[in-house]
């Protein structure tokens, strides 16, 4: 039975890890995750969790300490944003290619400098390559949702790799929306019970972690790793499609809003997805044939998939919260027109950088995108195709 | 969206404009609505200007962006009249609720010319009456729950109860002086 | 997960690795012959040890089996030629060698 609420999306992450009780939390606190911790550590307190939280001196530490643990057989996590996962950098990587299954709640913020602690994806969009499975919420309801469904995904036989579960800082992670809770009960049964395979604490088979690989292994050993991510797709479907039978929440490797008739198209991560919905709407009301692909699932990347939602459209803007400094755009840009050119879309695209250090995306600001889309379609040139929403010129 | 009310909170760092916009999200929540509460982060240091919002919606609420056109502005410390501009966007519709001991006439030159209803409360005043010390939020919830009829009296003093109920389950000594501070602030605001 | 590590060479395939490259299974350094990276290898030279056993617990290795209370053969497979034991010795019954 679900359970109505009104929680902040820092606050519903945390309810999530009370419900599935994971093992070990080793934590650090950077604003603005801080909170998840905070409330995590109330709940270790009152005894509502058996978890091991161990708070340590950094974010190499928290997440050497969430590897140690989930190496050792236990269901880890830890939580942070911008500069602290910066500081993770190489343990990340060290996560992903000992194939454990933990996972990292990122509350995303703009990375120094300037110093900055308000939104963009800058963070998450350097590690996007560590070979982590990411996956971005637009409201704390789909923050909450994704973190039910995180172990399930990463924990998957076929699968095994670490899951980094973001969510827009502030923007979401300070915000009190509606939202609905699934009970206690159902949430536990859900993610069901970690039974890993390999283990460092089972004594029936003793075992090395992190071998050193020369060069004689180590291509093998990468594309052995990557075997894990083809996985990824269909069993986030999976696990979706009994998380809706759950919850009646639907969800997918993206989300496709008013697109099947669209002709102008938007593609973006994260809360301004919800402010360009209203903007859609206002616009269809006028007879304008636009819509959005909001996406979920960011690594691996559905290429094919996103390709295919974006087969009839005429133009299409990109939209990047993070630079990539390529002089032609950000990452999901790079990643978007690729899987275009590979489809052979005929659609006009453009790569907009917006939203940098918690810049406000209004709903006139995605009105004028799509106007700006239906005159690129109209002259068939999409011009500058790397473009700055808002700037002051 | 013709239903949806959106509010303005105008702080400084440590005054509780963004507890007190989600205490309203809160209790508005609890009459049936969708809501939204969230502070707007500038430097993160007591006395520095700050910004809250909150979205009131009796149908879900999608858009993330700040609040440029508010039917509602609260100034929490009157200090930000000078400050900040903080009739920005306000509807003519709507009102501007200010937290001063000054009758509003000496309120109304300060707001830029604003057209619309100005309505001033002294939440210092309320608070050291009822609670013997200086929270402004508690009054200033309960002035602009009236003020924009977000929910008929009663409803709101029964929720808040309820509510404080559980927030101050530690400390029940406080919930009376809270409720005092509602029931007064409803009567004061003018 | 057992490994066949009998796989493990520079011919086995990204198949053939395990997942995260785990090693499971105790002691499998054993199936490997780890010493032909030595450059310089110890001699036993048995007439003059007094089976004092002084060499045996400092080799990093394990290099030196002891049977019934007494040191046999350097196991060359394993040895790398660190030079330890030549220093543990007080007399002089190992010496290193060029390999």
């Known amino acids: 039975m679900a359970k109505r609420d009104r929680l902040s999306g820092n606050e519903a992450i945390a309810i999530a890890l009370r419900q599935i009780n994971p093992d070990v939390f080793p934590a650090f606190p950077i604003t603005p995750s801080t909170e998840i911790p905070q409330y995590f550590a109330s709940f270790v307190a009152n005894g509502q969790v058996d978890t091991e939280f161990i708070p340590v001196e950094s974010e190499h530490s928290s997440m050497s300490a969430a590897i140690g643990a989930s190496a050792a057989g236990a269901r880890s996590l830890t939580a942070t944003s911008s500069c602290g996962l910066a500081y993770m950098w190489e343990e990340l990587y060290i996560a992903a290619s000992n194939r454990l299954p933990l996972a990292l709640a990122l509350v995303n913020r703009a990375l120094s400098g300037p110093i900055n602690i308000n939104c963009d994806h800058s963070d998450s969009m350097g590690a996007r390559d560590a070979g982590w499975i990411q996956m971005y919420a637009e409201n704390n309801q789909e923050a909450y949702d994704n973190m039910v469904q995180a172990y399930r995904i990463a924990e998957h036989k076929d699968v095994r790799l670490p899951i980094m579960i973001c969510q827009d800082g502030f923007i979401t992670s300070h915000a009190v929306e509606n939202m609905e809770l699934l009970e206690d009960e159902e949430v536990k049964n859900f993610v069901g019970e970690y039974e890993p395979e390999n283990y460092l604490l089972n004594p029936d088979c003793p075992m090395a972690v992190g071998p050193y690989s020369i060069t004689d292994y180590y291509m093998e050993a990468k594309r052995n790793q990557a075997e894990g991510m083809k996985h990824v797709e269909k069993v986030v479907l999976e696990v979706a499609e009994e998380f809706a039978k759950l919850s009646g929440r639907e969800y997918g490797l993206f989300e496709a809003y008013r697109l099947e008739d669209a002709e102008y198209a938007v593609v973006m991560i994260g809360s301004a997805a919800g402010t360009t919905k209203d903007a859609i709407d206002k616009l269809r009301e006028q007879g304008e044939k636009v819509g959005l692909l909001k996406i979920r699932l960011y690594r691996p990347f559905p290429a094919e998939a996103i390709a295919k939602a974006l087969q009839g459209v005429k133009a299409v803007a990109v939209m990047d919260r993070a630079e990539g400094y390529t002089n032609h755009g950000g990452p999901l840009g790079a990643d978007v027109m690729a899987a275009l050119y590979r489809a052979r879309s005929q659609a006009l695209a453009v790569n907009y950088i917006y939203g940098l250090g918690g810049r406000d995306v209004r709903v006139e600001d995605m009105e004028g995108i799509f106007a700006t889309l239906k005159q690129i379609a109209a002259d068939g040139d999409a011009g500058e195709t790397y473009r700055y929403l808002g700037i002051r010129e | ?190 | 997960m057992a490994v066949d590590i009998t796989k493990l060479g520079v011919k086995a395939t990204w198949k053939d690795l395990t997942e995260g490259m785990v090693i499971a299974g105790a002691g499998t350094s054993k199936d490997f012959n780890t010493g032909e990276w030595s450059t310089d290898k110890p001699v036993f030279i048995e007439d003059k040890c007094k089976q004092c056993l002084l060499c045996t617990p400092v080799c990093p290795d394990s290099c030196i089996p002891v049977k019934d209370g007494k040191r046999g053969e350097f196991d060359y497979d394993h040895c790398k030629g660190c030079g330890i034991c030549v220093k543990s010795c007080p007399f002089g019954a190992i010496t290193m060698e060029g390999v």
């Open chain 2, 1 to 190: 969206m013709s239903n949806l009310t959106e509010i303005r909170w105008h702080g400084r760092g440590g005054q509780g404009a963004k507890t007190a916009a989600l205490l309203l999200a809160d209790v508005a929540f609890q009459t049936g609505k969708y809501v939204q509460g969230f502070p707007e982060y500038g430097p993160e240091r007591m006395g520095a200007p700050i910004t809250a919002y909150n979205r009131i919606s009796d149908t879900q609420i999608r858009v993330h962006s700040n609040i440029y056109d508010p039917q509602y502005v609260v100034v929490v410390d009157e200090s930000l009249l000078e400050a900040v501009d903080v009739t920005s966007g306000l509807k003519k519709d709507g009102a501007i609720l200010v937290n001063t001991s000054r009758p509003k006439e000496e309120i109304i030159p300060h707001l830029k010319g604003y057209e619309g209803k100005v309505c001033t409360i002294d939440a210092h005043k309320v608070s050291m009456a009822t609670m013997g010390r200086y929270f402004p939020n508690t009054p200033l919830l309960a002035a602009i729950v009236k003020v924009a009829d977000i929910m008929d009296e009663e409803t709101f003093l029964r929720e808040m109860r309820a509510s404080f109920s559980h927030k101050f389950a530690s400390k029940p000594e406080v919930i009376d002086g809270n409720m005092a501070a509602l029931k007064m602030a409803l009567k004061e605001v003018r």
